[in-house]
């Protein structure tokens, strides 16, 4: 069932011309230089500290490691982090 629905989910996507991140719930990271990052999508804070940040989202994690971190905005589902960031790595569930 759940590869039917994603793969609905795919083909209503390309059909409708709608960005996959909206149609497949994936987030969407944006980066400025090292310095800035915008994630959106995510379902909730995990862990965050100085030199790492710890995001859920749906079938996945996101870590976010570096050094001065500060969360300069967070909504439910968006969060904006400065800092000087070394590593961002997305580890999705199977």
Request: charged share 30%; net charge negative.
């Amino acid at each position: 069932m759940k590869r039917f629905r994603k793969w609905i989910e795919q083909w209503m996507g390309e059909q409708f011309d709608l960005p996959s991140d909206i149609m497949m719930d994936l987030p969407r990271v944006t980066m400025i230089g090292n310095l800035h990052i915008y994630i959106e999508n995510h379902r909730g804070l995990v862990r965050f500290t100085n030199e790492e940040v710890i995001l859920r989202f749906k079938g996945g994690w996101l870590y976010v490691r570096g050094s001065d971190f500060v969360i300069k905005m967070i909504l439910p589902e968006e969060i904006l982090i400065e800092g000087t960031i070394h590593d961002v790595v997305y580890d999705i569930n199977d």
